[in-house]
């Protein structure tokens, strides 16, 4: 055994970003935290300028609680907020889920994201 481990290592020193980079995964978180797949005549899964797993907020009257998956634009844009990407999702924040880290000598933990 490892003389070095050290059990005082919390989960939350392994604070992280976990961005969601499939339509399944977006799918489930979606569904994890309630919100609606897709609507107002849009599908869940989007060709438009929005690139990752994105939702509304309550300043959207008409896209409220909707969740959709981008499809369009490089891997890299999922790091940015969707008003980032085109000023016309100002209402929408990205949905991220919980991940997986290594910390410090390779072992791992869950860490939890906020929405926005």
Excluded: H
Aim: glycine fraction near 10%; include cysteine; charge should be positive.
């Amino acid at each position: 055994m490892n003389s070095s481990f050290n059990k005082s290592i919390l989960v939350s020193d392994f604070k992280g970003e976990c961005f969601i980079t499939s339509a399944t995964d977006c799918y489930f978180e979606a569904k994890n935290k309630s919100l609606g797949i897709g609507g107002q005549g849009y599908s869940f899964v989007t060709e438009g300028t929005v690139k990752g797993c994105y939702a509304y907020d309550s300043s959207s009257a008409k896209y409220n609680g909707m969740a959709f998956y981008g499809e369009k634009g490089p891997i890299s844009t999922m790091t940015l907020k969707p008003v980032e990407q085109n000023d016309a999702y100002s209402s929408a924040y990205l949905i991220r889920k919980q991940c997986l880290k290594a910390g410090k000598n390779g072992i791992f933990s869950i860490s939890s994201l906020s929405n926005k």
